[in-house]
């Protein structure tokens, strides 16, 4: 099983911080997509990358898929409350997603 | 809007009971599955389904079955539950066969309690 770590596990910041959130592999997908999950839902697509090096902007969010397609990057620019939430990872190998340990955020108003 | 339901948000049960949970979705989704949730684990895949009649294993099988009788519907079963299976649950539909990574709409999921 591929595992995918994320980091850091937890983040609290003030709002109008920056932050960057990190999923880490020794193994290669072809693609990468990130979720984000609130309290009592299920997670919700942000957004998929599939080519190395791809980088990915949704309003304050920027996504990064690493050169070698085994690592991502997920920077929040200027975090508001509404960010906060569980971040996850998931990478495509095969005929399956495996999900990273995920990254628990609070902003902080 | 997609939708997947699960029947329940919370349920209580004991050990050596058989569990089901339900899982529905609207959207004529060929794909079904299942994941829990843990702390520090992530999701991790018990079974999916790519159609009616149709099961896979995942990376966590032991200890659960599922029926998929119907395409809108995919069930989990835990035969004879344990504590060690006191987790959250995730019900999770897709498009197509997961070879450009389409999208996975998840239900609410179902925070179940082995006493």
């Known amino acids: 099983t591929q595992l995918l770590e994320q980091s850091p596990q937890f983040l609290s910041i003030q709002e109008g911080e920056n932050l960057t959130v990190y999923c880490n592999s020794s193994?290669?997908?072809?693609?990468l997509q990130w979720y984000r999950q609130e309290p009592g839902e299920g997670p919700v697509l942000l957004v998929t990358?599939?080519?190395?090096?791809e980088v990915k902007k949704l309003k304050r969010l920027t996504f990064q898929f690493g050169d070698a397609r085994k690592d991502s990057s997920l920077h929040i620019t200027a975090a508001q409350p509404g960010d906060t939430g569980l971040y996850l990872c998931?990478?495509?190998?095969?005929?399956?997603?495996?999900f990273g340990t995920g990254t628990s955020l609070t902003v902080i108003p | 809007d997609v939708k997947v339901t699960q029947s329940s948000r919370y349920l209580v049960k004991r050990t050596g009971e058989k569990v089901f949970l339900e899982c529905v979705q609207d959207?004529?989704?060929?794909?079904m599955f299942w994941y829990r949730q843990d702390p520090g684990l992530g999701l991790r895949l018990i079974y999916f389904?790519?159609?009616?009649?149709?099961?896979e294993k995942g990376d966590i099988p032991e200890g659960y079955s599922v029926s998929r009788e119907k395409k809108e519907r995919f069930s989990l079963i835990l035969e004879s539950a344990s504590t060690n299976q006191t987790s959250m649950y995730l019900c999770?539909?897709?498009?197509?066969?997961?070879?450009?990574?389409?999208?996975?709409?998840f239900g609410p999921g179902t925070r179940l309690l082995v006493l």
């Open positions: 990358v599939v080519t190395g090096g």
């Open positions: 193994s290669v997908f072809s693609s």
């Open positions: 999770a539909s897709s498009l197509a066969y997961l070879l450009g990574g389409e999208t996975q709409y």
């Open positions: 959207m004529d989704h060929e794909n």
């Open positions: 998931a990478g495509l190998t095969g005929n399956q997603f495996y």
């Open positions: 389904s790519y159609d009616v009649k149709m099961k």
